[in-house]
């Protein structure tokens, strides 16, 4: 009978926190939004469905096929007895060829600073803006990262890949405002002549230019 008592009670207690937790009263609605520097890579409305690039003449094209709009996540958590309810601005989109190549690039909000995470054909890094700094790579099944800590320090893999950033760059006689062209330098031992090596991303356009590790290049005209 003791030991009844004891699990009926424990029972009570778990129910009534459990119920506390899922309908306590939210104190908190906030929403986090892009800064400025990271707002301002996102791809114009005019620019987003469809794009070409080419090579020798031929003409691959990319269409967008998620989302169509700029989105906000909805994070609801529960410290302490207390929930707060938060929405979180970003931008995601995804886009292929034919062939299957694929470019995505996603900007959003992150505790330690904005973030951008591109990748195009199989290559992909995340870069942190207000750490100026890689945080992600990888390339095939091979990848190197890094970790945020409460000191506000980050720690992990020594990334060689670059990313740089020019006010101006021509491509093919084209001016482009504002570009990042990432550079891949990591595992080239195990690159193949397919491979994507350099990703160049303007502001307000998105992918203007990819480059094979066979030399192989691609580009808007």
Not at 37 to 53: G, M, P, V, Y
Not at 116 to 143: D, R
Not at 179 to 206: C, K, P, W
Request: aromatic share 14%.
């Amino acid at each position: 009978m003791k030991i009844k008592n004891i699990f009926s009670i424990s029972l009570l207690a778990f129910v009534l926190v459990f119920s506390f937790a899922c309908k306590c009263p939210i104190i908190d609605d906030v929403t986090t939004s892009l800064e400025s520097t990271s707002r301002n890579w996102k791809i114009d409305a005019c620019c987003e469905s469809s794009f070409d690039l080419k090579s020798n003449g031929a003409t691959k094209t990319f269409n967008v096929i998620m989302p169509l709009a700029d989105e906000f996540d909805v994070v609801s958590t529960s410290r302490r007895g207390k929930c707060v309810e938060g929405r979180n601005e970003r931008f995601d989109r995804v886009y292929t060829a034919s062939d299957n190549t694929k470019f995505s690039i996603k900007i959003y909000p992150y505790t330690h600073g904005d973030e951008i995470s591109v990748e195009v054909n199989g290559l992909f890094f995340t870069y942190n803006f207000q750490k100026q700094l890689l945080i992600y790579m990888k390339v095939l099944e091979y990848s190197k990262s890094k970790t945020y800590y409460s000191d506000g320090s980050v720690k992990g893999d020594e990334i060689a890949s670059t990313l740089k950033f020019y006010t101006n760059f021509d491509i093919n006689g084209k001016i482009y405002e504002n570009v990042m062209h990432f550079q891949l330098r990591d595992f080239a031992e195990r690159l193949t002549s397919s491979t994507t090596t350099d990703i160049y991303i303007a502001q307000h356009n998105g992918l203007v230019k990819y480059r094979l590790f066979g030399g192989l290049e691609f580009v808007r005209e």
